[in-house]
């Protein structure tokens, strides 16, 4: 029988959107119908988190914001805070001076442009310190509900070896797939990617034995 990732070359848009939807259906009744990879109680704790998350992992986060928010529990808090305090608390993240630097600026901003709510389209969020596409993507998810492919180094490894993209730049992924999934389903898309890049498709060795994307990936190795 020949696999589907032979055909791959020769498939149309319309066919690839297809596969998309079929490792969709796949993806989504695999995984729990909630997946947070940080713990957060509001849109601006969300916002602070993701800026931190940058070259440092979840767990590293969560860590820390306990006691940062604890200190400072708003925009109006943090901006006033001290910088030198701000990052005796986030040392541990790593580059803790720019992120220390990138979070007061951002309350800044949130309480001088923004009335100190989290703005909720993509044009707006960009514009804060620190936050970028994968970041503001995570929130207008997370937070407002609205389309949105986050692409991390998980999501890029995953849809490319799945063959939905031949993409590398961060930017024309998030494209390339928002034209493939609809977009009520992206952010859940987002997530059970990611997942599934953490449990299963990992970079160095990935488990293609035990899984169930296999017969649908080009990059399989069974």
Known sequence: ?????????????????????????????????????LRYRSSFELLISVILSAQTTDRQVMEVTPALFSRYPGPEELSEAR?????????????????????????????????????????????????????????????????????????ARVVKRLGLTEQKDPDKIEYEIAQLIAGEKQYRFSMTVNLHGREVCHARKPLCGSCFLSRLCRSAVL
Do not use: C
């Open 83 to 155: 910088l030198d305090d701000i990052m005796d608390i986030i040392r541990s993240t790593g580059f803790y001076k720019v992120k220390a630097d990138n979070i007061k600026k951002t309350a800044g901003m949130l309480v001088q442009d923004f009335n100190s709510k989290v703005p909720d389209t993509i044009e707006k969020l960009i514009l804060l310190p620190g936050v970028g596409r994968k970041s503001a993507n995570v929130i207008l998810g997370a937070v407002f509900g609205k389309p949105a492919v986050i692409v991390d180094t998980h999501f």
């Open 1 to 37: 029988m020949v696999k589907i990732w032979m055909l791959l070359l020769t498939m149309k848009q319309a066919d690839i959107r297809d596969l998309a939807d079929d490792i969709f259906s796949l993806l989504d009744s695999s995984y729990p119908d909630t997946i947070e990879f």
